[in-house]
T-cell receptor, first 112, second 119 residues
Framework: GESVGLHLPTLSVQEGDNSIINCAYS??????FIWYKQESGKGPQFIID?????DKRQGQRVTVLLNKTVKHLSLQIAATQPGDSAVYFC???????????FGKGMKLTVNP | GAVVSQHPSWVICKSGTSVKIECRSL??????MFWYRQFPKQSLMLMAT?????????EQGVEKDKFLINHASLTLSTLTVTSAHPEDSSFYIC???????????????FGPGTRLTVL
């Protein structure tokens, strides 16, 4: 079946470091990918998205890379700040569906 | 823009009672709203997809008679957990997509979630 998973359940970094959060997906028909940030007790917050016809997309301090060959997605956060501490989820849609399939999540802790 | 609210933010109820959770898009009209459930330290699981004026589509394993969804307008969807039991205790989150996007992959904007505790 469809699945979206993360390689690392937890990541601890020092303030100012760059963080990389990885995600693997299994469905070659996945066509849209999103990264969400979820702080404790809150709903997911949109960070950045990328469609399957792209390899890279940049936002403010964040970059998403998509490697369709190996079905791998990554989120890079530059100059990580304590406010970036949260759980990060990758999510995908398949074949133009409006339904989001979420990965398991990874907790990022930024140490001051 | 694209703010989604939920009410209440948390609720505690007795086993056997029903609880209604509201999801509102505050500054846009939503073609579709989604309801998710999230258990502690787990990911979001889609429960159902709700379109204004039509019946909700439930995911496999989600009881439609237990989780009643009403999407009365383009800015409001409600989820009613009927005859709640302790195992229904969870974090319920809604999301909404804009009306004018024109794409099935329009960004979903999430509400802040509702923490349900059933005693």
């Amino acid at each position: 079946g469809e699945s979206v998973g993360l390689h690392l359940p937890t990541l601890s970094v020092q303030e100012g470091d760059n963080s990389i959060i990885n995600c693997a997906y299994s469905n070659s028909a996945s066509d849209y990918f999103i990264w969400y940030k979820q702080e404790s007790g809150k709903g997911p917050q949109f960070i950045i998205d990328i469609r399957s016809n792209m390899d890279k997309r940049q936002g403010q301090r964040v970059t998403v890379l998509l490697n369709k060959t190996v079905k791998h997605l990554s989120l890079q956060i530059a100059a990580t700040q304590p406010g970036d501490s949260a759980v990060y989820f990758c999510a995908e849609t398949v074949g133009g569906s409006e339904k989001l399939v979420f990965g398991k999540g990874m907790k990022l802790t930024v140490n001051p | 823009g694209a703010v989604v609210s939920q009410h209440p933010s948390w609720v505690i109820c007795k086993s056997g009672t029903s609880v209604k959770i509201e999801c509102r898009s505050l500054d846009f009209q939503a073609t579709t709203m989604f309801w998710y459930r999230q258990f502690p330290k787990q990911s979001l699981m889609l429960m159902a997809t709700s379109n204004e004026g039509s019946k909700a589509t439930y995911e496999q394993g989600v009881e439609k008679d237990k989780f009643l969804i009403n999407h009365a307008s383009l800015t409001l969807s409600t989820l009613t957990v009927t005859s709640a039991h302790p195992e229904d205790s969870s974090f319920y989150i809604c999301s909404a997509t804009r009306l004018a996007g024109g794409s099935s992959t329009d960004t979903q904007y999430f509400g802040p979630g509702t923490r349900l505790t059933v005693l």
